[in-house]
């Protein structure tokens, strides 16, 4: 069992920046392929980024590519995602996610329903 806390949410303007945060329980982190996904009204739940249990390989999706960066700090089990240059399409409830699988340490998970334990979201606005 892991528990995840998002944290960093809140209204920027367009081009403006905010650092997300999720925070886990338990020792087992490492052990996590993570990622962050999004939810805007109205849409389905999208992936944004993926990181691997060693924090090597990532994966963006293309909306968001040159300008968030998905890292992990595995001794303060915790992972970032970094937001620059913020766009008011950007406006969502941002959901990070741990995926228990035992996979290599350089796998990354791009599959939604692959990732079990989720937290509870945090919103970012963006206002044009």
């Known amino acids: 069992q892991v528990q995840l806390v998002e944290s960093g949410g809140g209204l920027v303007q367009a081009g403006g920046s905010l650092r997300l945060s999720c925070a886990a329980s338990?020792?087992?982190?490492?052990?996590?392929?993570m990622g962050w996904f999004r939810q805007a009204p109205g849409k389905e739940r999208e992936l944004v980024a993926a990181?691997?249990?060693?924090?090597?390989?990532?994966y963006y999706a293309d909306s968001v590519k040159g300008r968030f960066t998905i890292s992990r700090d595995n001794a303060k089990n915790t992972m970032y995602l970094q937001m620059y240059d913020l766009k008011p399409e950007d406006t969502a409830v941002y959901y990070c996610?741990?995926?228990?699988?035992?996979?290599?340490?350089?796998?990354?998970?791009?599959?939604?329903?692959?990732?079990?334990?989720w937290g509870q979201g945090t919103q970012v606005t963006v206002s044009s």
């Open positions: 996610a741990a995926d228990s699988t035992p996979h290599l340490g350089n796998f990354i998970v791009l599959i939604t329903t692959r990732y079990d334990y």
């Open positions: 990181i691997s249990r060693s924090g090597n390989s990532t």
């Open positions: 338990g020792r087992t982190f490492s052990r996590y392929a």
